[in-house]
Structure formats: structure tokens, C-alpha cells
């Protein structure tokens, strides 16, 4: 008896509607989008950190720029420096100028940022002991990149918030495609309550 009553309380449905899977695929896709920000983000994070107690070298910069992308209102501007050094008997290149280095709209910060690194100058870099080849000119993190962490922190609010949409159709607001049967009952029993009053 107990059984029965479970299976009434919670029924469950093997199909889905196409609109219910085109959801959950929708949410697939982008809990693996956050995954890999999540990822990357973390990542940039914690060689930022670390960075900040790794040896330093004597580096050469081979060559500077600032490149542009997109066009119109999306336009950016992004430093490119390339540089030299030498670390555990070998010569290794790199272009990392820091981790969680932000997209620059503005092409005067862009310039600041490369103007430091003019090709041919000598400069410091700070390289990973455990992995030579891996190097950043400015170890650290930047003032205000912390805010990175809040991306990651946004995309898993935002993938649990879509599937308790899913899951849950009767508090349906966000993706609501079609009104829920009850709208409709409810505002028949509604006007018909009011004509006979």
C-alpha cells in the first residue's frame, strides 16, 4: 500500500515534450560553455597568484604591438608583446604580458600597456620554475581583475536557476513557451464567477 501511494505522489513521466528537451539541451550546452570559463578563469587566477613568487629573469622583447578586432561599436584593441629568456640552460619565448588580461575598447590603455615594452628593451619576467616555458611579464593580479571570480559564480547561478525552471513547469517564468493549462482554468472559473455576482 505504501508503494501505491509513492507512485501516486510522484509520478513519473518517461517522455518529454520537445519543448522540455530542447530545454534540457539548451542547459547542456551552456553548463558546458561554464565549465570551460570556469576553467579558464580559475586557471588565469591561479597562476596570477603564484606567479607572484616565481624566480626572475632577464628577458629581451623581440617584438611589440597593438592589433585591433572586430569593427564598429565592437571594436578592441589587444597589446602583443613578444619577448626571450633564458631559464634551466634554454632559451624560451612568450607573449604573456599578464594573466586575466581584459579586453582594452579604449586604444590609449592599450598603448599604455605595450608602450612599456618597446622592442628591443630588456626587461624582467617572472617564469615558472617547475615549467620553464611558462612566463609572465607583470606577476600579479591587476588592480580590479578580482572581479573575475563573479563570472564563474554568475554561470552556475545561472545554469541551477534554468534547471529549477525546467523542473519545476508550474513556477515556470522565465521560459515559459506557452501558458500552463491552469491559466486558462483559472481565469474561466474567474469570469465565470464574476458574471454571477
Known amino acids: 500500500m505504501g508503494q501505491n501511494s509513492a507512485r501516486q505522489s510522484f509520478p513519473v513521466s518517461n517522455t518529454l515534450d520537445p ?19 570556469i576553467v579558464s578563469i580559475s586557471t588565469n587566477i591561479y597562476f596570477s597568484v603564484v606567479s607572484q613568487h616565481w624566480p626572475t629573469a632577464t628577458a629581451r622583447v ?14 578592441s584593441w ?4 613578444e619577448y626571450e629568456y633564458e631559464a634551466g640552460g634554454a632559451i624560451h619565448h612568450s607573449s604573456k604580458i599578464r594573466y586575466l588580461m581584459r579586453a582594452f575598447y579604449d586604444a590609449d590603455e592599450a598603448n599604455d600597456v ?3 615594452y618597446p622592442a628591443g628593451r630588456t626587461v624582467s619576467v617572472s617564469y615558472d620554475p617547475h615549467d620553464p616555458e611558462r612566463s609572465v611579464l607583470e606577476p600579479g593580479l591587476s588592480p580590479g581583475m ?12 545561472l545554469c541551477g536557476y ?18 500552463v493549462e491552469g491559466d486558462y482554468e483559472g481565469k474561466s472559473k474567474g469570469d465565470d464567477e464574476a458574471e454571477m455576482a
Open 19 to 37: 519543448d522540455t528537451k530542447g530545454r534540457y539541451l539548451g542547459l547542456l550546452g551552456l553548463a558546458a560553455l561554464s565549465v570551460w570559463i
Open 62 to 75: 623581440t617584438s611589440s604591438g597593438v592589433y585591433t578586432h572586430g569593427k564598429g561599436v565592437g571594436v
Open 78 to 81: 589587444n597589446p602583443v608583446v
Open 114 to 116: 605595450q608602450s612599456a
Open 146 to 157: 578580482w572581479t573575475q571570480a563573479l563570472i564563474p559564480l554568475f554561470f552556475c547561478g
Open 162 to 179: 534554468i534547471f529549477f525552471e525546467i523542473t519545476h513547469p508550474e513556477r515556470r517564468l522565465l521560459l515559459r513557451s506557452n501558458p
